[in-house]
């Protein structure tokens, strides 16, 4: 099994570019999540889902849209980058949540806005 | 606002000592702390769960205790190594939380 894996692993863009970050999980599992960590802020929750169809805004979900049209996959969008959306990103996938749900998480995805 | 802390200061020690690391948590009470390390360039891995009516969980040479009178957890690795070099991050996955402590990097050095 992959786990979760992430793709691009490192992107440049220019301000107000847009891209897709993909996300994919082969456990079956129905919660995934999409987490940005910068330095010193430690991670924290953009959006997340909940099951295929599903999605619900984090802590941070401004200047980011995210769909689950397959279970498997998750995607994070960025309409129009900005400078400080220059971070690392990560997915991650759980059974569900609750105290027995570990939360496993992808290689990440180092974004620079320029 | 609800807060779960690390102290971002990196931790040296030297190989076959106890490393201790802190999380404290302020203005709510988590059910339950998860505990994940991570090494550089990569994601989180998860490493031990304690809940908040258990005192301490045993994994190995791994201990957590969770302190709800001191709202703190306590992260140790005994006889630590140094490829237990890594930030280890505290984290309240519960539902609809989901809020993560800045991580402490340990160095262990030989």
């Known amino acids: 099994n992959a786990g979760v894996t992430q793709t691009p692993k490192f992107r440049v863009l220019k301000t107000g570019q847009s891209m897709t970050l993909l996300c994919a999980q082969d456990?079956?599992?129905?919660?995934m999540y999409w987490y940005r960590q910068d330095p010193g802020m430690g991670l924290r929750l953009i959006h997340y889902s909940v099951g295929e169809g599903t999605t619900a805004k984090g802590e941070v979900p401004d200047g980011y849209n995210v769909s689950r049209l397959k279970k498997q996959n998750f995607l994070l969008g960025l309409e129009s980058a900005a400078p400080s959306q220059t971070s690392v990103y990560f997915c991650?996938?759980?059974w569900g949540q609750g105290n027995q749900e570990t939360q496993y998480f992808g290689p990440g995805t180092r974004l620079l806005v320029l | 606002s609800q807060k779960i802390e690390q102290n971002s200061e990196a931790l040296n020690i030297q190989e076959g000592k106890t490393a201790t690391l802190t999380c404290n948590y302020t203005n709510y009470s988590p059910a339950y702390l998860q505990w994940y390390r991570q090494d550089p360039g990569r994601g989180p891995v998860f490493l031990l769960l304690?809940?908040?009516?258990?005192k301490e969980k045993r994994k190995e040479r791994l201990k957590v205790t969770f302190d709800t009178t001191l709202k703190q957890s306590l992260f140790h690795i005994t006889a630590s190594q140094p490829a237990d070099s890594a930030t280890y991050l505290c984290g309240d996955t519960g539902f609809q939380k989901l809020v993560f402590g800045t991580g402490t990097r340990l160095l262990v050095s030989p």
């Open positions: 991650a996938s759980s």
């Open positions: 456990m079956n599992h129905e919660y």
């Open positions: 304690i809940r908040e009516n258990e």
